[in-house]
């Protein structure tokens, strides 16, 4: 069974300031890895996703994720916050081949205070 | 023009009623999924389909049925509308088979209340 924790349901940042959003998983075999985020009143768009290919991933925005196998994160940053980042985020989990269920995680709501 | 629409995007009903929600995409995907999302929840797997005669039931699917009239299209209905079922419904949909890493693509949500 795979499953996703993303530790802290709000973060607030000053505009400027590092964005660091967590995200740890669980699966049994090496997984895909996604964020998405939601802007009000929008559906989920994809920022960037893990596939096996560089453990650095980047994405849209200016935004970044790196997988750490040995601590089973993949925690989703920014060096410098803007107001337009405010939104929530979702880590999510896909098993590779198979159904490739996904799993998403609770999400994390990023205000940027400026 | 979207790629995945969803209609209505506002829905207030009352209980006892059944409503349907609908799904259409042009991106030519074979896999289409509905979630809901509730907060403190994030997004809950309600059915999954891989393609017209191909579907599953995901994590919450008590209390609610699918259609998949065509590749482009799945509905959701909920027979009997009760006040938990108030949230907000995402279709998404995605490329089939191996190395496609099962992106999602998400419709815009329809909001709705059960009163």
């Known amino acids: 069974a795979q499953s996703v924790t993303q530790l802290g349901s709000h973060v607030s940042v000053s505009e400027g300031a590092l964005v660091l959003l967590r995200c740890n998983y669980s699966?049994?075999?090496?997984?895909?890895l996604f964020w998405y985020v939601q802007y009000p009143n929008q559906g989920l768009q994809l920022l960037l996703k893990?596939?096996?290919?560089?453990?650095l991933v980047k994405g849209i925005n200016g935004f970044e994720a790196e997988f750490k196998k040995s601590e089973t994160s993949f925690h989703l940053t920014k060096p410098s916050a803007h107001m337009s980042d405010a939104a929530e985020y979702f880590c999510?989990?896909?098993?590779?081949?198979?159904?490739?269920?996904?799993?998403f995680g609770t999400g994390t709501k990023l205000q940027v205070i400026p | 023009d979207a790629d995945v629409t969803q209609t209505p995007r506002n829905r207030i009903t009352k209980t006892g009623k059944r409503i349907m929600l609908e799904c259409s995409q042009t991106k030519g995907h074979d896999r289409m999924y509905w979630y809901r999302q509730d907060p403190g929840l994030g997004l809950r797997l309600i059915y999954y389909?891989?393609?017209?005669?191909?579907?599953n039931k995901g994590e919450i699917s008590d209390g609610y049925s699918v259609s998949r009239q065509a590749q482009a299209k799945f509905s959701l209905s909920l027979e009997s509308a009760i006040p938990n079922q108030t949230a907000l419904y995402f279709c998404?949909?995605?490329?089939?088979?191996?190395?496609?890493?099962?992106?999602?693509?998400f419709g815009p949500g329809t909001r709705l209340t059960v009163l």
């Open positions: 699966s049994s075999v090496p997984p895909y």
């Open positions: 893990y596939t096996s290919a560089a453990t």
């Open positions: 998404a949909t995605s490329e089939r088979g191996t190395g496609t890493y099962n992106e999602q693509f």
């Open positions: 389909s891989f393609d017209v005669k191909d579907i």
């Open positions: 999510a989990v896909s098993e590779r081949g198979g159904y490739q269920k996904v799993t």
